[in-house]
């Protein structure tokens, strides 16, 4: 075990780089929803949010490419991290479904629910991503504890849409429904990724995937008419842009290193920090307080976690 392995292989590490990882992933919603503000998005001018996507996903793609050359250099790589020519197709497909399936529900449902909403619907991605892996890619069993960590999970997703004696009636397609169908493509995604990192660097994936994704969010966005005004746009706003593009470079980065030296179910039972992450800082930032800490809120938020912590260590007892 070399001394790179060694280090990160300590649970103090670990804990600490996965902490890192999940606010990260967690502040992405309530930057997105201070981004429309910024940009002079409308809630209803989906095209636009598609090119703002698109921004930052093109943005985050040369970050992590960046990073990636700048590990391989040290570990004695080329100069430049690039894709095998036989990665291409892969990472294509891992474009329009990471990035282009999943964002394009996720900025337009963002934009017609709250960030506590939307934080505790993004949680069913862990549990859509078992279902997946069982049902799509067989690549593991449904066990009783799994079957139980859903079913506390998705617990949550119901109770975040109710209010006072009955369901919210503000719940719609493009707004929950959205991101649940956002939550899905992320599902699909989780299976894709591990199929192909068999057969390519997991970071050469992230990096190339986030690029032609984001290249083809503009290019659907503007091709539909949508339009960001740059000419006003505060310098707040850009500063905010390149956070975003940074939340997806280095909290995929980090989270591939973790995994390089580490087994699986060891990093993933951190990520129930996530959504815990997304609904505080949704609530702080975005001035959602009396939904995220009313009874509704906070019992669908433990109820989400609970799940995800009950999947993932049940993962956690299986071997990498």
């Known amino acids: 075990m070399n001394s790179a392995e060694k280090r990160m292989s300590r649970t103090g590490v670990v804990f600490g780089c996965a902490l890192i990882c999940c606010f990260l992933w967690g502040s992405a919603a309530p930057s997105i929803k201070i981004g429309y503000r910024l940009f002079d998005i409308a809630a209803a001018d989906s095209m636009a949010q598609i090119v703002f996507a698109g921004m930052r996903f093109m943005l985050a793609g ?89 079913a506390v999970g998705f617990a949550g997703v119901v109770i975040i849409n109710v209010s006072g004696n009955g369901i919210d009636m503000s719940v719609s397609l493009l707004g929950e429904g959205f991101i649940l169908l956002s939550s899905l493509s992320y599902a699909l995604s989780s299976g894709l990724i591990k199929k192909y990192s068999e057969k390519e660097n997991p970071v050469v994936l992230s990096g190339y995937q986030f690029l032609c994704g984001g290249i083809v969010l503009t290019a659907v966005g503007l091709f539909c008419g949508g339009r960001v005004n740059l000419a006003g746009v505060p310098a707040g706003g850009w500063v905010l842009l390149l956070y975003m593009g940074f939340i997806s470079a280095a909290a995929y980065t980090l989270w591939g290193i973790l995994l390089k030296y580490n087994p699986v179910g060891r990093v993933a039972v951190f990520g129930f920090m996530n959504p815990m992450f997304s609904f505080l800082l949704s609530a702080l930032l975005l001035g959602e307080g009396s939904q995220a800490f009313g009874w509704t809120g906070l019992s669908a938020l433990a109820l989400v976690c609970a799940g995800i912590l009950i999947v993932n260590l049940t993962t956690k007892k299986q071997p990498a």
């Open 62 to 150: 040369v970050m992590v490419i960046l990073a990636g050359s700048f590990l391989n250099r040290r570990e004695g790589g080329g100069k430049l991290l690039k894709p095998q020519k036989t990665s291409l197709a892969m990472i294509l497909k891992l474009a329009m479904v990471q990035t282009v399936a999943q964002y394009v529900f996720y900025y337009i449902g963002l934009a017609h629910t709250t960030g506590v909403k939307a934080a505790i619907i993004g949680g069913s991605n862990v549990f859509l991503s078992i279902f997946i892996a069982v049902a799509v890619f067989h690549m593991e069993r449904l066990t009783l504890r799994k079957l139980l960590g859903c």
